[in-house]
Nanobody
Framework: QVQLVESGGGLVQAGGSLRLSCVAS????????MGWYRQAPGKPRELVAG???????NYADSVKGRFTISRSNAWNTVYLQMNSLKAEDTAVYYC????????WGQGTQVTVSS
């Protein structure tokens, strides 16, 4: 059974940093394209960062230059380093394959105060 568990969110001031983690079980993050998604109140879920099997990364324009996605195959974990956070980054953050193929985890709330 696939399970994705996100953590690392919190309340941070604008300009601050957070590092999110996503631990996968029943699912090998090293052989799948993985991504971080986010959903802000009243908005659809959007993909903000992805990492391919070969390690290539891509980012939504809104986070490019500020967020970095990475992966540990040994720990079967995907990370999202978020720097220079803005109020508009406030959302619940989720990880999943790209395209999404597993049930969503509970997500981790990121709140950026301006």
């Amino acid at each position: 059974q696939v399970q994705l568990v996100e953590s690392g969110g919190g309340l941070v001031q604008a300009g601050g940093s957070l590092r999110l983690s996503c631990v996968a079980s029943g699912f090998n993050v090293g052989v799948n394209t993985m991504g971080w998604y986010r959903q802000a109140p009243g908005k659809p879920r959007e993909l903000v960062a992805g990492i391919t099997r070969s390690g290539s990364t891509n980012y939504a324009d809104s986070v490019k230059g500020r967020f970095t996605i990475s992966r540990s195959n040994a720990w079967n974990t995907v990370y999202l380093q978020m720097n220079s956070l803005k109020a508009e980054d406030t959302a619940v953050y989720y990880c999943n394959a790209v395209p999404q193929r597993s049930s969503w985890g509970q997500g981790t709330q990121v709140t950026v105060s301006s």
